[in-house]
Nanobody, 117 residues
């Protein structure tokens, strides 16, 4: 059974940094991982994904500011967030899908990120 637990959220001022972590269990090579976020009153959006070959993709709004990475030995997914802006304020979720699925099947409970100006 896949379980995802996020941590590392908090409150920072504009321009600050945070690193989110996602502790994953039950994950295997068939799974693809990513980070999503949802701000109040807005739809959930994809932030970053990482493939098994370590290739990554990012939403245009976070390119050059956020970095997704993983530590397979620790079964942990990370999201390094730099130059944070108030528009980055949201609940951030770790998610996983099986390689043949288009949408994530497994979700963590989320960690709140709040950026003040």
């Amino acid at each position: 059974q896949v379980q995802l637990v996020e941590s590392g959220g908090g409150s920072v001022q504009s321009g600050g940094s945070l690193r989110l972590s996602c502790a994953a269990s039950g994950i295997s090579l068939i799974h693809r991982m990513g980070w999503f976020r949802q701000a109040p009153g807005k739809e959930r959006e994809g932030v970053a994904t990482i493939e098994n070959d370590r290739s990554t993709s990012y939403a245009d709004s976070v390119k050059d500011r956020f970095t997704i990475s993983e530590d397979n030995a620790k079964n942990t997914l990370y999201l390094q967030m730099n130059s944070l802006e108030p528009e980055d304020t949201a609940m951030y979720y770790c998610a996983a899908r099986r390689s043949w699925e288009k949408e994530p099947r497994y979700w963590g409970r989320g960690t709140q990120v709040t950026v003040s100006s």
